[in-house]
């Protein structure tokens, strides 16, 4: 038991002593692994740029134009009034038909101007009765005094009363006529072709030729007019452009809100003075309205073409950005980072921008992702969306 007891004994140290070398060794393996991962610096993080779609500036000939404000007008607009007094008996036509002229609209009661009128027709007959008589006397008078039985001033009171009686009868044609323009006025037919507004009276009521409201508006819309006007600085093109062709001035009416060129027409008036309060030139042109896109009180862009700019430089609409210092376009360089480049623009068309300054041909321009941008950002060219074709399942 005793020798048993001591080499138990003397083992037990060697155990204590291996067992704490073990956790040195390995609290050193760990201090060291500590230290290599601490001063191994982490990698850099990987540059992403802005993702923005950029175009290049573009060489092209491009339509000179200038553009104003204009409103629509019909070419011609009448208000129909009565020329005569009377009851409205009929009213012919529907609130916002379309009429020929000469088409009967309105009538008014005829009885009171056919009856005028037949009494200037029986006035005529009983004076050309009287006249008749007349000449009958003349003649036995002029026969009577051949043989001195008479007096020359019988024969001569004679001959007065018969131009007396002449002139009353003309007297009569001309009641007589105007008797029958009355009774032609109580049929009212269109002076103009066009469309027909709201009617202001209705059958039944009295009406005068002094009523100011009148009884019915057409205005022609086709063809129809639109009235714009340009800054007395464009004065010197448009008249340049219009003497320079025999032929009118092409011009567009442009629709303020979605840009869409509502009808193409010619220009018909330029202006023979410019508004020395306003500083600008009026203009009138006249246009095709078949499908009446245009309406009268309508406003819309009026854009005249006065020639064509070759090598005109040219970019999306889009691209042009404006801030409190004017126009710009973010312009994308060769180490990707873009900058703000002022720019002047001579004219919009057709969704694209004529650039007057501030690019060249060929510059990389911004056109879409602009509102994440600053001077100097680095930018990545967005991924064509190209839709992800699907598959059906495959059949067991």
Not at 77 to 95: A, I, M, N, Y
Not at 122 to 130: F, I, L, R, S
Not at 145 to 161: C, V, Y
Not at 303 to 327: K, M, W
């Amino acid at each position: 038991m005793n020798d048993m007891d001591s080499t138990t004994t003397a083992h037990r140290p060697r155990s204590r002593w291996f067992t704490i070398v073990l956790v040195l060794v390995v609290v050193l393996i760990a201090f060291g692994a500590w230290r290599h991962f601490k001063t191994v610096p982490p990698p850099p993080p990987v540059a992403t740029g802005v993702p923005v779609t950029t175009v290049k500036v573009a060489s092209e000939s491009v339509p000179i134009a200038r553009t104003g404000v204009g409103t629509v007008l019909p070419v011609a607009g009448v208000t129909v009034h009565t020329r005569v007094d009377g009851q409205l008996d009929s009213v012919e036509f529907k609130e916002g038909q379309d009429v020929k002229a000469g088409q009967v609209l309105v009538r008014i009661d005829p009885r009171t101007y056919q009856a005028q009128l037949d009494q200037y027709v029986a006035q005529k007959a009983k004076d050309e009765a009287t006249l008749a008589n007349a000449r009958a006397d003349l003649t036995r008078y002029g026969e009577l005094i051949k043989e001195d039985a008479t007096t020359r001033q019988t024969l001569d009171t004679q001959q007065a009363l018969v131009n007396q009686l002449q002139a009353t009868v003309k007297s009569d044609d001309a009641q007589i006529h105007m008797a029958q323009v009355q009774l032609g006025y109580t049929t009212i037919a269109a002076p103009i072709s066009g469309r027909i507004g709201a009617r202001l009276v209705d059958p039944g009521n009295i009406v005068h030729a002094a009523d100011t409201n009148g009884l019915l508006v057409i205005n022609q819309i086709d063809p129809i007019a639109v009235q714009f006007t340009l800054p007395e600085s464009s004065f010197q093109a448009v008249n340049k452009a219009l003497n320079s062709t025999h032929d009118p001035l092409a011009v567009q009416a442009i629709d303020r809100a979605t840009r869409e060129v509502l009808a193409e027409g010619k220009l018909v008036l330029l202006n023979n003075q410019i508004d020395v309060n306003t500083g600008t030139i009026s203009i009138k042109a006249h246009f095709p309205n078949n499908e009446h896109k245009l309406w009268p009180g309508q406003s819309v862009d009026a854009r005249v073409v006065l020639g064509e700019r070759s090598d005109a430089l040219t970019v999306p609409s889009a691209v042009v950005q404006r801030n409190q210092e004017g126009f710009f376009a973010w312009v994308v360089g060769s180490d990707e980072k873009v900058k703000a480049q002022p720019v002047t623009v001579a004219d919009t068309v057709g969704g694209k921008s004529v650039i007057e300054s501030g690019l060249a041909a060929g510059d990389r321009v911004v056109v879409d992702g602009q509102y994440r941008l600053t001077p100097g950002s680095l930018v990545s060219e967005k991924a064509p969306n190209v839709p992800v074709a699907t598959t059906a399942p495959a059949k067991p």
